[in-house]
């Protein structure tokens, strides 16, 4: 098993090393404003940070099976990256990533593998529209338009979904339930439109026409902000009625097949920076397999408590960012002194998430074990 592993891994990492090479020979322009010379300048602390962003992204990504962009993307803008190749390069780290936490949790019999290759199907279409949208967007209006455009939906996104995701945690846990079902996913079980799919891991019937337009909208919100996962994760848990925890380690695939797809066309157009792809993968390719383990130690509805969490600490760093965007549009105007402290304000709440997200993995695989253990103890005393 580690044989395939490391197999998986280190072709995975071939492809990556590849990619300049690939996009050198489709011999396109980089886009406007020449995308090269926004590249972040990278130090000894700067190298640090995108190593331990990658390794939090990583350990969220395996534990709640989002990607991990919802704090990546925003981590490598609080560096000073243009958003379209902090997405372009966060959809390029994905897809490996993504291989290695899929492989680690369909060992524990979480992923429904039916679930994830239908959704990945429609999801590589809404790959390629999404990223014609967000090369359209930078076209017409730069890297502050496309930076303005991804804060905003991060902001409308993660607020909405977080509130939501913790109400539902909370009456989970108030129920002392491991999960709930939704009366939403309740009703669509009834709609019965041939072709109808039995997915056997996930534990639910539903026709193919509700499944499609899922992957859809997880393939397009993933190629325009990096996160496709605030759509896949919760409409598999919301609407199709799939447990938490298989619902997360489903992404997984469909994070992998999407990224793979989207990286090709990214790095074809000059938006991948190899060098924050290779440091963040470093750090996350060992976080997502203890995230992925962590997983086997908690209640279902942790993992929305702690999705919802870092949500909203992140919708409010990007949320402080905002007017800084609108400022560079010339729609607002800002002493620089003021610039520095809103971008300072955000990077300070954007490490704040991080910290906190793995604080709360952690915290809660370590006190699980520590149960485990006295558990094990006691039994072992009485024999």
Same mark, same amino acid.
């Given at each position: 098993?580690?044989?395939?592993?490391?197999?998986?891994?280190?072709?995975?990492?071939?492809?990556?090393?590849?990619?300049?090479?690939?996009?050198?020979?489709?011999?396109?322009?980089?886009?406007?404003?020449?995308?090269?010379?926004?590249?972040?300048?990278?130090?000894?602390?700067?190298?640090?940070?995108?190593?331990?962003?990658?390794?939090?992204?990583?350990?969220?990504?395996?534990?709640?099976?989002?990607?991990?962009?919802?704090?990546?993307?925003?981590?490598?803008?609080?560096?000073?990256?243009?958003?379209?190749?902090?997405?372009?390069?966060?959809?390029?780290?994905?897809?490996?990533?993504?291989?290695?936490?899929?492989?680690?949790?369909?060992?524990?019999?979480?992923?429904?593998?039916?679930?994830?290759?239908?959704?990945?199907?429609? %999801?590589? @279409?809404? *790959?390629?529209?999404? &990223? +014609? =949208?967000?090369?359209? #967007?930078?076209?017409?209006?730069?890297? !502050?338009?496309?930076?303005?455009?991804?804060?905003?939906?991060?902001?409308?996104?993660?607020?909405?979904?977080?509130?939501?995701?913790?109400?539902?945690?909370?009456?989970?846990?108030?129920?002392?339930?491991?999960?709930?079902?939704?009366?939403?996913?309740?009703?669509?079980?009834?709609?019965?439109?041939?072709?109808?799919?039995?997915?056997?891991?996930?534990?639910?019937?539903?026709?193919?026409?509700?499944?499609?337009?899922?992957?859809?909208?997880?393939?397009?919100?993933? %190629?325009? @902000?990096? *996160?496709?996962?605030? &759509? +896949? =994760?919760?409409?598999? #848990?919301?609407?199709?009625?799939?447990? !938490?925890?298989?619902?997360?380690?489903?992404?997984?695939?469909?994070?992998?097949?999407?990224?793979?797809?989207?990286?090709?066309?990214?790095?074809?157009?000059?938006?991948?920076?190899?060098?924050?792809?290779?440091?963040?993968?470093?750090?996350?390719?060992?976080?997502?397999?203890?995230?992925?383990?962590?997983?086997?130690?908690?209640?279902?509805?942790?993992?929305?408590?702690?999705?919802?969490?870092?949500?909203?600490?992140?919708?409010?760093?990007?949320?402080?960012?905002?007017?800084?965007?609108?400022?560079?549009?010339?729609?607002?105007?800002?002493?620089?002194?003021?610039?520095?402290?809103?971008?300072?304000?955000?990077?300070?709440?954007?490490?704040?998430?991080?910290?906190?997200?793995?604080?709360?993995?952690?915290?809660?695989?370590?006190?699980?074990?520590?149960?485990?253990?006295?558990?094990?103890?006691?039994?072992?005393?009485?024999?």
């Amino acid at each position: 098993m580690k044989s395939k592993l490391f197999a998986i891994t280190t072709l995975a990492a071939l492809f990556l090393l590849c990619l300049p090479l690939i996009a050198e020979a489709a011999g396109e322009n980089l886009g406007p404003g020449d995308m090269v010379k926004q590249f972040v300048q990278l130090d000894a602390w700067k190298v640090l940070y995108l190593f331990l962003l990658g390794f939090l992204g990583g350990l969220i990504s395996g534990f709640i099976g989002s990607g991990g962009a919802f704090v990546l993307t925003p981590g490598m803008m609080s560096l000073g990256a243009p958003a379209a190749i902090a997405v372009a390069s966060n959809m390029c780290h994905k897809f490996p990533k993504a291989l290695v936490g899929a492989y680690k949790r369909y060992k524990y019999g979480q992923v429904d593998v039916k679930l994830g290759v239908i959704m990945a199907t429609t %999801a590589v @279409i809404g *790959v390629q529209l999404g &990223i +014609g =949208v967000q090369k359209a #967007i930078f076209a017409k209006w730069g890297a !502050a338009g496309s930076n303005l455009y991804v804060s905003l939906v991060f902001v409308a996104v993660l607020t909405s979904l977080g509130l939501y995701m913790l109400y539902d945690a909370r009456r989970a846990a108030s129920m002392q339930k491991e999960d709930t079902t939704s009366r939403l996913a309740e009703r669509v079980r009834k709609i019965n439109i041939p072709p109808m799919i039995h997915f056997k891991v996930a534990n639910t019937r539903v026709s193919f026409w509700i499944v499609a337009p899922i992957g859809l909208g997880t393939g397009m919100l993933a %190629a325009t @902000i990096a *996160v496709g996962g605030f &759509i +896949g =994760v919760p409409g598999m #848990i919301y609407i199709l009625g799939a447990p !938490a925890i298989v619902a997360s380690a489903t992404e997984l695939v469909v994070a992998f097949l999407m990224g793979l797809t989207g990286t090709i066309t990214w790095a074809l157009g000059g938006f991948v920076d190899i060098r924050l792809v290779l440091l963040i993968l470093a750090g996350s390719l060992i976080g997502v397999q203890l995230g992925a383990v962590g997983t086997t130690y908690v209640k279902e509805y942790m993992i929305k408590v702690v999705m919802a969490t870092i949500m909203l600490i992140v919708a409010v760093s990007r949320g402080i960012a905002i007017p800084t965007y609108l400022h560079e549009l010339g729609l607002l105007s800002l002493s620089p002194s003021t610039i520095g402290v809103l971008k300072n304000t955000s990077f300070i709440v954007m490490c704040l998430a991080l910290a906190t997200g793995g604080v709360i993995i952690l915290g809660n695989m370590w006190k699980k074990k520590k149960e485990v253990g006295v558990e094990t103890e006691t039994v072992a005393a009485k024999v």
